[in-house]
């Protein structure tokens, strides 16, 4: 397809011809359902677990589609992908699924876990760049040179149809859903997703909603959407990398902007909370990308009738960034607490001090006493601990306990 051919959506027996196609190596994910979000938005909510794809992610899908198209001449030049993790992995093993060569371009830095798994499912893996363009432009260049085939992460429209058969399942599994949300990072799956899920629903004589939501720090569709044209922000650091693209894909774009309701963002913060909720009430490992939709329905950037489904699209998390994740992620649902204490500089103040927040049930997992703290009278000490609580209220009792035993103690920002 040229750059200025008009990008026409695909029909419902293209989404089902893609999906038996697709079905050689992508499962069904489960659906399950989370009593805690539907107690939270007041309506029935459905986790679709792409988190538990092969691969760990939907990616495998548009990849298997677009690599089993390619004929018996292009197989043989092998393919070349530009990924820091889950569309490499698709790539990988959709090639040697295919018996065909991978060359898969990851930045300098990349998590070592999808660089071995990667490499495990058979694709040669090169690293080059700092920043992810560095590594895309490396991976355009080599495929020139070489003349082998480019697999475009989400900007064509074989993508697309792979990535929307998601939708196809979720209307098979929850029948009566009315609302879907979904991540957005250049666009394949939230177009792809929209379109199937909507024709399959016109088929069924209902309409339903599709929402999509993408990360704060990396929102380009939000301007894109306003105006009309495709927009390229400069992203900013966010966790939620695999969705932090800077420019909407013009397929995508165009299919979004028909057949997406709205798109919302929320912040990393958010996005923590819904990774600890995810794992502590649904016992899901969701990576930051795909805890966005989960995210959404939590902060209340999204507010559903009916029943709806969100779509945890990833569960690729390095286990450093799932600790630092974990972390922040208690700290802003206000469960992980920083609190300095000023003291007199004389016995018996630290068993004070813990005296008064194991009355109010704290726990304290890290202390630090030093004198050497800014704004210290000589004669005063600084006490910061690290204390656990179960949330706000119970934070305030902790630091209530502590004004009440006669303490100078104020909460640090986090």
Do not use: W
Request: a positive charge; proline letters at 4%.
């Amino acid at each position: 397809m040229s750059k200025t051919a008009p990008v026409v959506a695909p029909t419902l027996a293209e989404f089902e011809a893609t999906h038996e196609n697709v079905s050689q190596v992508a499962i069904q994910t489960p659906v399950l359902h989370s009593n805690y979000l539907s107690e939270l938005v007041g309506h029935d909510v459905e986790l679709k677990c792409e988190n538990l794809q092969r691969t760990g992610a939907y990616k495998i899908r548009g990849a298997f589609n677009i690599i089993s198209k390619l004929s018996a001449a292009e197989r043989k030049k092998g393919v070349v992908a530009a990924s820091a993790g889950n569309h490499a992995q698709g790539v990988a093993l959709a090639a040697r699924n295919l018996g065909i060569k991978a060359t898969i371009f990851m930045p300098v830095g990349a998590s070592l876990p999808k660089l071995q798994a990667t490499e495990n499912y058979g694709a040669e893996v090169v690293l080059t760049g700092s920043i992810f363009s560095e590594t895309l432009k490396a991976a355009q260049a080599h495929a020139a040179k070489k003349g082998a085939i480019f697999i475009p992460p989400y900007d064509h429209m074989d993508v697309v149809l792979g990535q929307g058969t998601v939708g196809l399942e979720i209307l098979d599994q929850v029948a009566d859903v009315n609302t879907i949300v979904v991540a957005i990072g250049g666009g394949g799956l939230a177009a792809g997703l929209a379109v199937s899920a909507k024709l399959k629903a016109a088929q069924q004589g209902r309409k339903i909603k599709v929402i999509g939501v993408q990360s704060e720090h990396a929102a380009p569709y939000v301007p894109s959407l306003k105006t009309g044209k495709l927009t390229e922000l400069t992203i900013t650091r966010t966790i939620a990398d695999g969705i932090a693209v800077g420019k909407p894909g013009r397929i995508p774009f165009e299919l979004i902007k028909q057949y997406v309701d709205k798109v919302v963002t929320v912040s990393d913060d958010e996005i923590a909370k819904a990774i600890v909720v995810l794992m502590e009430r649904a016992k899901q490992v969701v990576e930051p990308a795909g805890a966005v939709a989960v995210a959404a329905l939590m902060s209340g950037a999204i507010k559903p009738r009916g029943k709806t489904v969100a779509v945890l699209s990833g569960g690729n998390i390095d286990p450093l960034l799932m600790q630092k994740v974990i972390g922040h992620g208690l700290a802003a649902s206000e469960r992980y607490t920083t609190i300095s204490v000023m003291l007199p500089d004389r016995p018996g103040q630290l068993v004070k001090t813990a005296e008064a927040i194991a009355a109010a049930h704290g726990n304290v997992v890290e202390v630090l006493h030093t004198r050497h703290g800014k704004g210290l009278e000589i004669s005063e000490v600084e006490l910061r601990m690290s204390v656990e609580t179960t949330g706000h209220d119970h934070r305030q009792r902790v630091l209530k306990a502590l004004h009440d035993a006669g303490l100078k103690a104020r909460i640090e920002a986090e």
